[in-house]
């Protein structure tokens, strides 16, 4: 009887492998590099084969194997084409899911690693037990995952849940790196809050930690927990455009739970705080119930939620 799965996370320098049983346990995990070479030619082969040798490895037969699910930072349709993946060297469309089964016979499926991400956390992560979620990674940019009745929302082309491009502010003059201006991981990712620091720092003589060594999303926020008033401010303004931004998304979703992960949502708790009161200024009543709880899987929430795709 059938019951492996592999949980493939496609990242722009690594690829991170799990192998799973059907109930989620992870059985290996691991990596390979991403060679992108030649337009990225050579990933999909090389997670093949990575992945036909790990059963070899473990004695493990084609016929046991329910099949393999990819996460991939780029859009994927419901006919599991990705639609560019720079960070890849994808620039065109790729048969993501026709190219895997094709090197390894195996049932395949595929998603954006974002949404993969959020649906790897509400299987086994923080939001365990709830089939309504939104996940917010904060890293360099702010990625987006939506899970909706316990399924992604994928959307027409496989672009729902990029909430870090929602507009929040108007009269921005910089650009964000999707072209337009204003938008949300422009002041709520790592580099966002490091914007809002330095700018704060400039237009101020208030004394602060901050100005004794160079500042980054961390420091901002270990600063806020020894009580650094101007370190305060910084993540008021931070919270209050993150929690703008994902009253937005809670009018368009009706989320019973936000999952906050990547980097910056190591600052722990304290980071809730700022969201969530911004949060229940600006929602609709109706989604105001919404709790935000902490991202527990790391980096293996995207390997996780890969391998419930093929599950579903």
Same mark, same amino acid.
């Given at each position: 009887?059938?019951?492996?799965?592999?949980? $493939? +996370? =496609?990242? %722009?320098?690594?690829? !991170?492998?799990?192998? #799973?049983?059907?109930? &989620?346990?992870?059985?290996?995990?691991?990596?390979?590099?991403?060679?992108?070479?030649?337009?990225?030619?050579?990933?999909?082969?090389?997670?093949?084969?990575?992945?036909?040798?790990?059963?070899?490895?473990?004695?493990?037969?084609?016929?046991?194997?329910?099949?393999?699910?990819?996460?991939?930072?780029?859009?994927?349709?419901?006919?599991?084409?990705?639609?560019?993946?720079?960070?890849?060297?994808?620039?065109?469309? $790729? +048969? =993501?899911? %026709?190219?895997?089964? !094709?090197?390894?016979? #195996?049932?395949?499926? &595929?998603?954006?690693?974002?949404?993969?991400?959020?649906?790897?956390?509400?299987?086994?992560?923080?939001?365990?037990?709830?089939?309504?979620?939104?996940?917010?990674?904060?890293?360099?940019?702010?990625?987006?995952?939506?899970?909706?009745?316990?399924?992604?929302?994928?959307?027409?082309?496989?672009?729902?849940?990029?909430?870090?491009?929602?507009?929040?502010?108007?009269?921005?003059?910089?650009?964000?790196?999707?072209?337009n201006k204003g938008c949300l991981e422009q002041y709520a990712s790592a580099t966002g809050i490091v914007r809002i620091a330095n700018d704060t720092l400039k237009k101020s003589d208030e004394p602060s930690v901050l100005r004794d060594g160079e500042v980054s999303a961390k420091t901002v926020f270990d600063a806020v927990k020894a009580g650094d008033a101007l370190a305060i401010k910084i993540a008021e303004e931070f919270g209050e455009y993150l929690g703008?931004?994902?009253?937005?998304?809670?009018?368009?979703?009706?989320?019973?739970?936000?999952?906050?992960?990547?980097?910056?949502?190591?600052?722990?708790?304290?980071?809730?705080?700022?969201?969530?009161?911004?949060?229940?200024?600006?929602?609709?009543?109706?989604?105001?119930?919404?709790?935000?709880?902490?991202?527990?899987?790391?980096?293996?929430?995207?390997?996780?939620?890969?391998?419930?795709?093929?599950?579903?």
């Amino acid at each position: 009887m059938a019951n492996y799965l592999f949980g $493939v +996370d =496609l990242g %722009g320098t690594t690829v !991170k492998i799990g192998l #799973f049983t059907k109930d &989620g346990t992870v059985v290996d995990k691991w990596e390979i590099p991403t060679v992108k070479v030649n337009d990225g030619q050579q990933i999909l082969p090389d997670i093949a084969a990575s992945c036909l040798a790990k059963l070899e490895e473990k004695g493990i037969t084609k016929d046991e194997v329910i099949g393999l699910g990819i996460g991939v930072p780029g859009p994927v349709n419901d006919e599991g084409f990705c639609n560019k993946a720079v960070n890849l060297g994808w620039n065109g469309m $790729v +048969d =993501l899911e %026709g190219e895997l089964n !094709k090197l390894t016979g #195996f049932n395949i499926k &595929g998603g954006n690693d974002a949404n993969v991400a959020a649906l790897g956390e509400a299987w086994k992560g923080g939001a365990e037990g709830y089939d309504d979620v939104v996940m917010v990674t904060l890293g360099t940019g702010v990625g987006g995952g939506v899970i909706s009745k316990g399924k992604i929302m994928v959307g027409a082309t496989g672009a729902a849940g990029e909430i870090g491009h929602i507009h929040v502010k108007d009269g921005e003059e910089v650009v964000c790196g999707c072209g337009n201006k204003g938008c949300l991981e422009q002041y709520a990712s790592a580099t966002g809050i490091v914007r809002i620091a330095n700018d704060t720092l400039k237009k101020s003589d208030e004394p602060s930690v901050l100005r004794d060594g160079e500042v980054s999303a961390k420091t901002v926020f270990d600063a806020v927990k020894a009580g650094d008033a101007l370190a305060i401010k910084i993540a008021e303004e931070f919270g209050e455009y993150l929690g703008k931004g994902l009253a937005v998304t809670a009018c368009v979703t009706n989320p019973e739970v936000f999952v906050i992960g990547g980097g910056v949502s190591k600052a722990g708790e304290i980071l809730l705080t700022f969201v969530e009161e911004n949060y229940k200024k600006y929602v609709f009543h109706a989604s105001r119930g919404a709790k935000f709880v902490l991202a527990t899987l790391g980096n293996d929430a995207g390997i996780y939620g890969a391998a419930k795709l093929v599950l579903d």
